[in-house]
Structures are given as C-alpha cells and as structure tokens.
C-alpha cells in the first residue's frame, strides 16, 4: 500500500525519439520523482537510466507481455504513488495505450498521459525539413504499412498516398518494396523525393537517408537500415534547394492575424 493507503497512479510518459533531452519538462520531473518506472526496452533506458532517483524500482518490459505489463503497472500502483510507464516518442502512437489502461480502469487506478516528441517529427528535425509548405502541402498523415497489425482497407498506403500530402510511414523499415510499390499505385513518380531516418536524435546514431522513390530500396540497403526508420515521403522535401517557395502568409505583412494587423495598403484579402 502507498503511505496513505491509497492506490498511486500510472504515468504514460512519452520520453520522446532517443535523445533524453527530448523529454518534456512534465515528463522528465514525474521520472525525477517516480517510485517504480517501467520503460519499453532499450529505446528509452537513456532516460529512464539519467533521470530516475536512486531506489526507484527499475523494470525493463522487454519481453513481456501487455497482461504482464498490465499486471506489473497494477501492482506497484499498489505499492507506490508514483509509477511510471515510459514509452518511445508519444505515446499515444502506435503505443498499445488502451490495451494498457484498460485493465487499469477496470481496477479503478487512476492514470494519465504526458506527450512526447514522436519520431516522425524528430526525423523531419533532424533532416531539416519542413512537413508542410504553402500551395504544396498542408496536410501530414501518420500511417504504416499493415504488418503483423492489419490496417483498415480504407487505409491502405496506396489509397492515402492518392491524396499527395506528406506521409510519414511508422514501423515499416523492412517494407520498402512494398511502400515503394504503394506509391506507384498511387502515381508518384520515381523521383518523387524520399527521406529516411534510422534512430533520429540518437547521439551518435542517427543516419540520414535522402533518396528517390525509384532508388529508395537499394540506397536504403547500402545504409544498412533494417529497423527503427522512419519513411518521409513528402512533395515538400528538400524545398530548402528549390530556387522559390510561396512563403508563409503567417510572417507575410500583409497578413493579419491575432497578433498582429494587416498592413490594408498591400493586400486586397
Ligand atoms: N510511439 C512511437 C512510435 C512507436 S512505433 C513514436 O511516437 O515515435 C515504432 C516505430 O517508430 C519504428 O518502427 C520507427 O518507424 C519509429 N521510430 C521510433 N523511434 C524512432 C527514431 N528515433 N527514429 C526514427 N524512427 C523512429
């Protein structure tokens, strides 16, 4: 029982895509403060390890199973006020959220979320790009390739990737042929540009891929990336290279909005 006899709560941590300083100022002190922290394998021992106070109950969940990882966060509520489940990037991403905290309703322990840095945006951080660019795309869709997940029919990557927006395709590393071949279906042409980040913000660790849809696969072979990449396919990318880009109205001057007013002399919008 924890000192008061109540039963502690459950913290989903996001520790963000590997750097642990890409923990939330949230997430980092609940770490700080933790009496049990329960971290999903080696992604996120950097920060589990840095930032956990000394006695505080360490568990890696490699190797088991969502019950048993239901059943451990259930019994150190039990035992503690703080516990901690720390996830890769955000946790509400393919984290296995609700298969978690769905034994923990049932067992009426109280649990909340603190969101994370997610590796999609990691990875457009750490090549530089931007996902979203005036009269190009204004749309990002976070998506995968069906694996031992099946994904709904109306979601197919070839069906999304009809729409031309960026795409950042999670948990598909070692799907490239087929990611390429749903891009085709969808008409993308083989120099659409394709950008793949293995372990982005790991220090030391980090490997940038800038390749073409037609010559992905064989780049991405000679890299060596097998896991934990992210696939950006945007027709945004490398935009940073192109002689013009429509800028911004954000930071146009003839642009109101809350913060600031229109300059009236030289728009008509
Ligand atoms: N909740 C996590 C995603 C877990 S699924 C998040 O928000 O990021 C695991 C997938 O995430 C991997 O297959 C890979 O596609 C991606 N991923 C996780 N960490 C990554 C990193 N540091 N760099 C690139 N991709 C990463």
């Not at 890696?60 to 516990?83: C, E, F, H, N, P």
């Not at 984290?95 to 909340?112: K, N, S, Y």
């Not at 372990?199 to 037609?214: N, Y």
């Not at 880009?245 to 909005?257: E, I, M, N």
Request: aromatic share 6%.
């Amino acid at each position: 029982m924890t000192a008061d006899g109540t039963l502690g709560r459950v913290w989903f941590v996001g520790a963000g895509p590997g750097d642990p300083d890409l923990i939330t100022v949230k997430g980092r002190g609940l770490i700080e403060r933790a009496d049990a922290i329960l971290y999903a394998g080696s992604l996120v021992d950097l920060a589990a390890t840095r930032y956990a106070p000394a006695g505080c109950r360490l568990q890696d969940s490699k190797g088991m199973s969502l019950r048993q990882i239901a059943d451990w966060l259930m019994d150190a509520a039990a035992r503690y006020t703080t516990v901690v489940r720390l996830q890769t990037g955000d946790p509400c991403l393919y984290g296995a959220l609700t298969e978690m905290t769905r034994p923990l309703d049932a067992a009426a322990i109280d649990w909340q979320v603190v969101p994370g840095v997610t590796s999609a945006m990691a990875s457009a951080a750490a090549a530089g790009e931007t996902l979203t660019l005036p009269e190009v795309t204004q749309t990002v869709i976070l998506t995968r390739m069906a694996g031992r997940t099946p994904v709904p029919a109306t979601e197919q990557l070839d069906v999304l990737a009809a729409h031309r927006t960026t795409l950042c395709i999670y948990l598909s590393a070692t799907l490239l042929p087929e990611v390429e071949q749903a891009l085709r279906t969808a008409g993308w042409p083989s120099d659409a540009p394709i950008l793949v980040v293995q372990k982005a913000s790991w220090p030391d660790a980090e490997r940038i891929v800038r390749a073409r849809l037609g010559d992905m696969v064989p780049r991405c072979q000679e890299a060596g990336i097998g896991a934990q990449a992210m696939i950006i396919a945007s027709p945004a990318l490398g935009a940073r290279h192109w002689p013009r880009v429509t800028p911004s109205k954000l930071y146009d001057p003839a642009f109101g909005h809350r913060f600031r007013r229109a300059d009236r002399s030289e728009t008509d919008e």
